[in-house]
């Protein structure tokens, strides 16, 4: 069983900046795939950014060039640094992770880019 924990969400401005973490319960966490997905009011969830155990990335197309996804493998943690923040970044961002067909979500964590 993982439990992931998000923070980092707040209120910015346009063309601002945000981190988001996720922090993870568990063991073998650098064996799992995970990433950062988002949901807007009205709107399917959708994946943001994903990270595997090997480092590789991926992202969405919306967001490439702006955000970077990490993890630190040492402290359960993966990252989502956000910059050049649109207005239409605007949804809760989720943490995910992913290992032997069994899928964890966190509570998600509110991103609004509002001036």
């Known amino acids: 069983q993982v439990q992931l924990v998000e923070s980092g969400g707040g209120l910015v401005q346009p063309g601002g900046s945000l981190r988001l973490s996720c922090v993870a319960s568990g063991s073998a966490f650098s064996l799992y795939a995970t990433g950062w997905y988002r949901q807007a009011p009205g709107r399917q969830r959708e994946l943001v950014a994903g990270i595997i155990s090997d480092g590789s990335t991926d992202y969405a197309d919306s967001v490439k060039g702006r955000f970077t996804i990490s993890r630190d493998n040492a402290k359960n943690t993966v990252y989502l640094q956000m910059n050049s923040l649109k207005p239409e970044d605007t949804a809760v961002y989720y943490c995910?992770?992913?290992?032997?067909?069994?899928?964890?979500w966190g509570q998600g964590t509110q991103v609004t880019v509002s001036s």
């Open positions: 995910h992770a992913y290992r032997r067909s069994r899928a964890y």
